[in-house]
């Protein structure tokens, strides 16, 4: 069993997705409750763009978390988050691979593919797959994502999501995540859990809700705003923004069942209109990963760059 | 004979989907075999099977190519066929060679048209499976389907090879694209080299060595045998649970079955959650000791035969610990308030936009239940049923509302009676459900569930066809079956009062609106009241029920129940027959008449026309106490002596004479004679067998 620690399984799954055809990006700089939400993945399984792109993704899920007290839970986790379009057909034995590179002997180990579908609503986005249990425990989130902003996909996108807390823990043999290392000998509870607790107290206590409604309605704005002059990527970091502000509110108890559908569609329609802005953006732009290195095209069958 | 294997290699299906997918196979395949001439047999040709990843299926018997038959060939006009001098024209010529036939093959006799018998030969078996294979594997539909690649083709999960053998060979198809062959693979880890397959047996023993067991059956009895010896080493047995063996059993290629342990302290809380958390969320099997208490052991499926490094239990152990660590978290959090004080919060809870929050539902439960019964007890767990909708327990755990409920109501040292009604007041759910275990809780569910409806049929949020999403079929399934209960839980309330009581709660005027709506209601229940009635215990047959309900059931199901039991009794009596016979007579006669409204006596004119008017008045006045009496068996009973009387009357007196006086008051005492058991039931619904009346 290898006692990795949280950075050499970050470090040996860019390593094994670079070497399997991957951009490695770098996180999104925007609070986001998954690496679904970067438009490395939400934006680019959009229109038939070619893409593939592993990186890491601190995910802020203001609900989730329990003030640095609950050794499995974390208002902010890391995730590993591959996108492969189009999804290669033997995408499983790839991910097999991965876990292979991370040092496991799958003949002694217990791996499974349990149904999971998954579909956020404020994205519009829906996709099936599976919880892959690596002894019981869900250590992915595999996604064949169907739909996005509401617009049906093709090629089809194969999300991978990794969760790297899990994961670590389980291979270092770690009863609590605030007990594995981090890397060079610094552990993940001395550097984060002061982080967990403040944020647990901010989100559930603290946070101020009338402040967090304007910023909502201040970030809604000026997201249509974008939209509206045609700067689709601006406008969706500001969606991104009200996202995140409505899980604050949400975690804050500050949103009635009755205004959640609203708040929640209202989150929806901007990101809908962004995903349908980016799509047609791309097209004006000629579609340009359909030739990834900006060369032009070998074929003279494809025509000549304008 | 011939034989046919097919594989067909997929990523993982959803293990709740396989039992549905096989029965549709079955169900093509069948008729498959049987088109290409299948001779019956007492052994079923057609084998389906499945693990995660693959579906299988192996017809065994098939004939080798279709029965040969002839058809009837059509040609030019018998005119246009011969010259003048009779020798065939062109056209003959021309069809006898496109036919390959000669001028001896003509049908002779009848018809303006040549025509000739063609031989069709059969199609080889071949031939008509790789046209029936691929559509019958292709347009197989599953709840949720997906695409993949350029999303050309929509199915479960995108599919990686098809093996395709018919007697040895390769018989040649594609589905979806991908063409067949004679290769497999093993085990996704433990053999995932290929495998070169050449029958169904080679098939299942190869497959066999690569750590694949192909029948879902011996998977699921490994794991049986298996799961009772760790639960025994564990001094316990695994919780007997079909739902996860119906899952296991597709999650798995190579079964295997764990044991693993989770922190004993996690045993302080509540055992439903320890329980739901295993089984709906891990799909674990809890090991109980032999009186029933659960242990920290438990048991997890794996795809593997065996656990060599412990990882298996180590994992599971992890993620179940994580999993109650959490509850544990909510279950603290919980308990910080009362139940009590959690009523405000109900106020933020929609129960329906137009119907309100969960307080004001509360509100009118309380209402309904005061109307049942005035006891303190089940009104205190009226007040509190829905709180647990606020605790972060039932938002983690949504299956376990009521439960939770109940819980903390006993963990709050509320009165037995209070804590049980909270706990089961959702019960029944399903048919086969038990009723709350008290007459409190009984009461609470009818509140609770006659609200619901109401409420739902004052928005105008009535189900239609198959379209029920708030399942108000199954909260009118309820209510009948509290009413319908006879023990120490029965509650004595008809469905009209219940309905009136819901309207009050709901602060509905009586108007010919809500007047409607409760027509509307009341129709809906006689749905329900049939379905249950006639697939209870009782055996009542369609048409016992029907007369029965004809006589009401909107004041009392258990009295609807006497009065069918007293017809079901009664309808094989030979007398009963005879008057049911003339009760139908009756009512066809007196249908749309003129009726008296009263017997005048004065004009009843023969002797047998005033025994039968006595008799009646006699007997009328009878049954009519039996029926206060509730004594329907011998108010029947009664009825049925006056059939040779009226025999006679039909026989001797004529009623539909010119005389209309006379007329309207021979109508009159039929019809008071046909009415004297229109409480119990109307007995023209009971379908008389005549050859049973005549002996």
Known sequence: MPRLSFQDLIF?????????????????????????MHPATFLRVLGPEPWNAGYVQPSRRPADGRYGDNPFRLGKHYQFQVVLKPAPLNVQDLYLDSLRAIGLDLTRHDIRFEEDNWEAPTLGAWGVGWQILLDGMEITQFTYFQQAGGIDLSPISAEITYGLERLTMFLSRRASVYDIEWGAGFGYGPVRKQDEYEFSKYYFETADIDMHWQLFKLYEKEAQHCLDESLVLPAYEWTLKCSHVFNTLDARGAV???????????????????????????????????????????NPLIGERA | MAEYFFELLTEEIPAWMHEAAHAALLQQLTKLTHDLGEPAGDRNPVIVNSTPRRIIFFLSRIPLRENDREEEVKGPPIKAAYDAEGKPTQALNGFLKKNNAAIEDLITGGGDYIRILRQIKGRAAG?????????????LRWPKMMRWGNGEHSYIR???????????????ITIFGLASATTTVGHRTLAPQRIEVTSYNDYVTKLELNRVVIDAERRRHVMAERARILANEAGGTPAIDASIWSQWQYLTEYPGVVRAEFGGDYLALPEEVLVTVMRVHQKQLPIRTAAGKLTSSFLAVLDNDGDPDGNAAYGNSFV????FADAKFFYETDRKRTLESRRDQLSHLQFQEKLGN???????????????????ETLAAARLCKTDLVTEMVKEFTELQGNIGGIYAREEGMPENTWQAVYDHYLPINIDDALPRTR?????????????LVGFFLVGARPTGSKDPFALRRAAQGVVQILLNRDK?????????????????????SNPATQQLKADLLGFFTERIRTLLEASAYGFAYDEIAAAMEAGWESSLTDLVDRIAAVKAMRNEPNFLSILDSAKRIANITAGQQIAASIDPSKLENAVESRLASLAAVVSTQIEEMIGERDYKRALETFAAMAPELETFFDEVMVMVDDEALRRNRMALLHKIGSAVAGIADVTKIVVDRREYRT
């Open chain 1, 12 to 36: 040996r799954l860019q390593t094994f997705w670079a070497e399997h055809g991957c951009m490695i990006e770098t996180p999104l700089d925007v609070a986001v409750g998954a690496g679904t």
């Open chain 1, 256 to 298: 009635s069942v009755t205004e959640r559908v609203g708040v929640m569609k209202r989150v929806r329609d901007l990101a809908v209109r962004c995903a349908h802005q980016f799509l047609a953006s791309r097209e004006a732009l000629g579609f340009p990963l359909l030739n990834p290195l900006g060369n032009p095209p070998a």
């Open chain 2, 127 to 139: 031939e008509i499976l790789q046209q029936r294979i691929p559509q019958i594997v292709e347009s």
């Open chain 2, 158 to 172: 995108p599919i990686h090879s098809v093996v395709s053998i018919l007697d040895g060979a390769h018989l040649p």
């Open chain 2, 320 to 323: 179940t610990n994580a999993r």
């Open chain 2, 358 to 376: 969960y307080l004001q539902k509360t509100d009118r439960i309380e209402q309904i239940a005061a109307a049942i019964t005035d006891d303190p």
């Open chain 2, 440 to 452: 409190s809780g009984a009461v609470v569910s009818l509140a609770d569930k006659i609200d619901t």
């Open chain 2, 489 to 509: 839980r029965s509650v004595k309330i008809g469905i009209d009062k219940l309905i009136d009581v819901a309207l009050q709660s709901h602060e509905q005027p």
